[in-house]
């Protein structure tokens, strides 16, 4: 069956950086286009950026425009996000989600707090 695993989160002080990476199985990764979406605490989902499905056509919402950069690796199965100029208000839990679906991981805490 479809598995996405998140991995990397963390506790950072403002200013920091981050590298979540997302391992795919179950299905044929290099064919699909993927994103990175967040949840803050008492808040809905927000997609935050997306990659299609041979590496390019990156987008991102425009408050990390500048600061993450998301990426893949097709041979590895695995989505990435590095996160720089980390700031409070990117304290969430970071799902990877195939994009346009609802199909997601169970999600990596990130807190940014010093």
């Known amino acids: 069956q479809v598995q996405l695993v998140e991995s990397g989160g963390g506790l950072v002080q403002p200013g920091g950086s981050l590298r979540l990476s997302c391992v795919a199985s179950g299905f044929t990764f290099s064919t699909y286009a993927m994103s990175w979406v967040r949840q803050a605490p008492g808040e809905g989902l927000e997609w935050v950026a997306s990659?299609?499905?041979?590496?390019?056509?990156?987008s991102y919402i425009d408050p990390v425009k500048g600061r993450f950069t998301i990426s893949r690796d097709n041979a590895k199965n695995t989505l990435y996000l590095q996160m720089n100029y980390l700031k409070p208000e990117d304290t969430a839990v970071y799902y990877c989600q195939v994009a346009r679906t609802p199909t997601r991981g169970q999600g990596t805490q990130v807190t940014v707090s010093s």
């Open positions: 990659i299609n499905s041979a590496g390019g056509g990156e």
